[in-house]
């Protein structure tokens, strides 16, 4: 059935990684590793040629040790693999690789081809390229210490293959992000391949926006703010899109590893560049690296919502008010007092599925969600836009339709102004998850403040 060509005694030593080669008649081969004193079986595909010959790396994922290394392979309709030879390997390197492990069960219909490589420390975007058969294909990222999670989607090219940069926006530390492609109106995502890795904090990172990198939507000179430890100061400048004209750089302290600065509009511009970088990066002349940067477009002024709004005459209600006054009290800072009531309302309100379900949620007012402390995608956002007009923003509540991975749906969240920009909010989305049918309750900031271009992906205003 199977023949090994590669080197190997019953007890091998290896810095990592243990290359593997031999025939089969079968084309369908696996090594399966385990880490004696661990006992989770891993699986890798080794490609084959249509002659039979076969090749591919067995990556240590689980670190140092002694492991169990078995060659396997299965005949075409077969579910189970024949264990034709079997040997053992110390793994000698004290680094966790970078590799995917992969769900062989799944089948062939998403498969991860880079990175793969020694060591699983990673710097704010784990850069990932493939195949799937499927045209979409999903990244669940997860903080596995503050179970933080966040999802994003890349389409593939007409030929099936795709590349995807993963943000690691979940925080620093242990990660796992878990690949799945789905079906065209299939009903669930197929998990296929994950990656466990450490996310390292960067020189620079920012805050305010919460999202690293995309677009900045401006109403007039707005705040920025990050964390930048051990520099001194923070270089920011504004430039135009090819970056040819610089029109302003400026320079911000940074004090307890933080720093803040305001952006002026260039006058004359409704799209320019941001950069920001460390103070000691090659900031003069052009073509500079900066450790962070976006595209700011500034966008008209907009009216105020009708006050015949039922949220809007709801916010001057004793309820409401006493509330936004309690959830903000000794909050001072206007972008931190968003976010206080969007957690608020996130961690405190539950989703309505039943009424999801039959079509008859009940009433999607402010008052009545505060009552029932229960509610669909409108109670959300009518809550959160009162408290938030309570606390005096300007706020809105959006109708459109969002894409959950599964279905389009009608669906309401809210744009809020504070500090010259304009800031999209889903509480709903943020408040937890459906879990075999039931609501479980799970604070997350994902989509508190996301990139204009994150949101595109999955929210569509007026349709």
């Not at 803040?260 to 460390?278: K, T, Y």
Request: glycine residues 8%; contains cysteine.
């Amino acid at each position: 059935l199977l023949s090994i060509s590669t080197e190997a005694s019953w007890e091998n030593e290896a810095p990592g990684l243990f290359e593997l080669a031999g025939w089969a008649v079968y084309s369908d081969v696996v090594a399966i590793s385990c880490r004696e004193d661990l006992g989770e079986e891993r699986m890798t595909r080794l490609p084959s040629e249509p002659d039979g010959w076969f090749s591919g790396t067995v990556w240590f994922v689980d670190g140092p040790g002694r492991y169990s290394l078995s060659v396997a392979t299965r005949p075409p309709g077969k579910s189970s693999y024949i264990v034709v030879c079997s040997f053992c390997v110390r793994n000698v390197s004290c680094e966790i690789p970078l590799v995917p492990v992969e769900y062989v069960g799944y089948g062939y219909d998403l498969t991860i081809d880079f990175p793969r490589q020694e060591s699983n420390t990673v710097t704010d975007v784990l850069h990932v390229r493939g195949w799937s058969r499927y045209g979409r294909v999903r990244a669940t990222v997860q903080n596995l210490e503050t179970g933080e999670i966040r999802t994003y989607y890349a389409q593939t090219r007409p030929d099936g293959t795709f590349e995807f940069p993963v943000p690691l926006d979940v925080g620093y530390g242990p990660c796992e992000v878990i690949f799945a492609s789905r079906q065209i109106d299939a009903e669930t995502w197929q998990g296929a391949a994950a990656y466990r890795l450490i996310s390292e904090e960067p020189p620079l990172y920012m805050t305010q926006p919460a999202y690293q990198r995309g677009s900045i939507l401006a109403t007039g000179r707005f705040r920025v703010r990050g964390v930048a430890c051990g520099a001194e100061t923070v270089i920011l400048e504004t430039s135009s899109c090819d970056e040819d004209v610089v029109y302003r750089r400026q320079e911000a302290s940074v004090v307890d590893d933080r720093w803040e600065a305001w952006i002026d509009l260039p006058e004359g511009e409704d799209v320019f560049r941001l950069c920001v970088g460390r103070n000691g990066s090659q900031v003069c002349g052009t073509g500079w690296e900066a450790n962070r940067s976006y595209t700011v477009a500034t966008v008209a002024p907009r009216p105020d919502p009708a006050p015949t709004e039922p949220w809007m005459m709801q916010s001057l209600s004793i309820a409401i008010q006493e509330l936004a006054a309690s959830i903000v009290d000794g909050i001072h800072d206007p972008y931190e007092r968003v976010r206080a009531l969007h957690d608020w309302v996130a961690a405190n309100i539950d989703y309505d599925i039943e009424g999801a379900r039959s079509g008859r949620p009940g009433p999607g007012d402010a008052i009545t969600t505060l009552k029932r402390r229960q509610a669909v995608c409108l109670g959300y956002a009518n809550l959160l836009a009162a408290l938030l007009r309570a606390a005096g923003c300007r706020v809105w509540v959006v109708i459109g339709n969002a894409d959950n991975g599964i279905s389009v749906l009608r669906h309401a969240w809210n744009e809020v102004e504070v500090e010259g920009r304009i800031l999209s909010i889903d509480a709903t989305w943020d408040s937890g998850c459906m879990e075999k049918g039931v609501f479980v309750r799970r604070l997350s900031g994902a989509l508190f403040d996301p990139s204009p271009e994150l949101l595109a992906f999955s929210h569509f205003a007026g349709i």
